[in-house]
């Protein structure tokens, strides 16, 4: 259940940046889409438990069931990733927006394509 | 960079037994100590240059040679040098002679484009996203595990991207957005894949592939030919590669994209069910970016088009792929380096002016090692690779080498003079000559990898093919005028385009690995 949410996520993102027109909002469907994929990493971290994996007097690791560490480790790793990426694609689309102001994709590549 | 946090452990309390690759022979540990300084060292020098920008040629050009000479260490292991950090899921790194031709060719092209900028007044800023973009470069050709991968493919794309910008001109920055979006969008795919592969194993190594889910093959597999500019989901890469800067562009097509090839060389070595999927791939790329460079009428995009079909040599056998590689490498990135000197762009008006003989030269030698000519190592690498290639690779392979020899042919019959009338002779830099020194003098000296290609029969072949290609190109190719349209590159249909290949590769994952 929780998957198929996950997947229409990923594919609400994906078809934003097939069809939004504008070059923003393009941007914000791959955000919408790359938070699909951290919210799949986090799915899979909690398969075999959701108890945060930091051990704490009185409790003993065996007997309580704990989220996956690692691939919560890896996508905060990708998150950061993806956050400073979005940085540098908006600097570009606000030096952009100097010549283009309206930031419809197709005149942009009108007139920047040879 | 928080996958090289772990510097700073002794290297000897690491559970090596729990490593998936433990069975192999264990290098020394000077080696691994040296191989981790040796990764973190262009990331670290390039975050120096920003700090002291007066010796910026000076640290990227010895950042470019240390990794020759610790690539040259690497042919000389006696075994495989294999190691992980931390435990299972941390960080694996897997060093042969396959991965020592990949880290030369790195070297060797950012040295030349090194001197190639050194008297063009680039400022500190460009040699420190060359150089952090040389050791992500690096880091990709030296792990063995996916994240790690994932780390350095996003490290390549940001200073890719800073690269293509450097000019600031609207074009170069649209064209630079346009390639991160595209690399951006295809590693979400690849992501998800890896989360996959790490569900069934527990561990992000390459080698947990086979037992991992269909889905994750296909899905990484998407990703990576993406990024490596491999068949349709390549053709963002003739337009990326085409307006850059030369230098720029002789690093992207040089090493940058074989970035995305060698893990999948090394999955299809690793993993022989993933074999048939790869070459059939290099056949379709080698046919695909052929099929538009004969039909080229610009200079770069031609060499951009060639790139796309090279990649298919590389991938088609991927057993022998590193000596192509490294031979593709030293011919594109002096190509693109001698057409960024040339009064034109378009051949129709190449035509008309005779080229400074000089630069003729260096064009005809890099022409003749691309199509195969005996004397220079591009010969070598393509007798390799046709030798290894499968009985039903053997005719698209040599389709696409006589296609290669027909582009090229364009270059070689290009009009040349000792002395063009002033207005079209900008003199040249001696760091062009340099550049040239390094790179084509790399192409002849490389001939000693496979020397035992000189025979006969094998010498004969080659200069057949490339005989063909010359009537063929006087008789039909330097008149036709078709047009190929160029609706697939625009940016919507890319990444559309990619959920096709998405499809494709589901479909062939399903159909072939699965039994």
Known sequence: MLEAFVFAT??????????????????????????????????????????????????????????????????LTAIVIGFSIQALMLVGVMKLARENPTLETREIEKGNTP | ??????????????????????????????????????????????????????????????????????????????????????????????????????????????????????????????????????????????????????????????????????????????????????????????????VLVYQTNHSFAYSGLSRAPLEAIALIFLGLLVKGGVFVAGLWLPLTHSESESPVSALLSGVVVKAGIYPLMRCALLLPEIDPMVRVFGVGTALLGVAYAVFEKDTKRLLAFSTVSQL??????????????LTHGLVKSSLFLTVGNLPSRSFKELQQMPIRRSLWIALAIASFSISGFPLLSGFGAKVLTMKSLLPWQVVGMNLAALGTAIAFAKFIFLPHCQFPPESQSRSLKPGFWAAMLV????????????????????????????????????????????????????????????????????WMVFAWVAN
């Not at chain 1, 930091?54 to 069931?65: N, P």
């Not at chain 2, 298919?312 to 590689?325: K, Q, R, S």
């Open chain 2, 312 to 325: 298919g040599f590389v991938l088609a056998a991927p057993e022998v792929g590193g000596f192509y590689a």
């Open chain 2, 439 to 506: 790179l084509l003098g790399g192409l002849v000296l490389a001939n000693a990898v496979y020397y035992e290609a000189y025979t006969v029969e094998n010498v004969v072949k080659p200069l057949l093919i490339i005989g063909i290609a010359w009537i063929a190109h006087k008789l039909i190719f330097q008149q036709a005028n078709v047009k190929l349209p160029r609706a697939a590159e625009k940016f919507e249909h890319l990444i559309g385009g990619m959920s096709l290949m998405l499809i494709l590769v589901f």
């Open chain 2, 1 to 194: 960079m928080n996958s090289l946090t772990s510097l700073d452990l002794p290297m000897a309390s690491l559970p090596m037994a729990s490593l998936p690759m433990a069975s192999l022979p264990m290098a020394s540990l000077p080696m691994n100590s040296l191989t981790i300084a040796w990764v973190a060292l262009p990331l670290f020098a390039g975050f120096v240059i920003y700090l002291m920008p007066r010796i910026d040629r000076g640290l990227a050009l010895g950042v470019a040679l240390a990794s020759a000479a610790y690539s040259m260490l690497l042919f000389f292991q006696p075994a495989p040098l294999t190691f992980g950090l931390l435990d299972r899921f941390g960080v694996t790194l897997l060093l042969d002679p396959l991965s020592g031709f990949f880290i030369f060719t790195n070297a060797l092209v950012t040295a030349a484009v090194i001197l190639y900028c050194w008297e063009t007044g680039k400022s500190a800023f460009f040699y420190a996203q060359m150089t952090i973009l040389h050791g992500s470069v690096n880091a990709a050709f030296a792990c063995a595990d996916f994240i790690s991968l994932y780390v350095a493919l996003e490290v390549i794309s940001i200073a890719a991207f800073l690269l293509i910008a450097y000019p600031r001109s609207d074009r170069s920055i649209w064209v630079g957005l346009r390639y991160l979006f595209v690399s951006n969008t295809a590693m979400l795919f690849y992501l998800m894949g890896a």
């Open chain 1, 10 to 75: 990923i594919l609400c993102g994906f078809f934003g940046i097939v069809y939004k027109q504008n070059l923003v909002m393009k941007i914000i469907s791959m955000d919408v889409m790359s938070t699909g994929v951290v919210a799949y990493y986090v799915l899979i971290a909690s398969r075999d438990g959701l108890k945060t994996p930091i051990l704490s007097e009185g409790l003993d690791g065996a007997s309580v069931a704990y989220a996956d560490p690692v691939p919560q480790a890896v996508i």
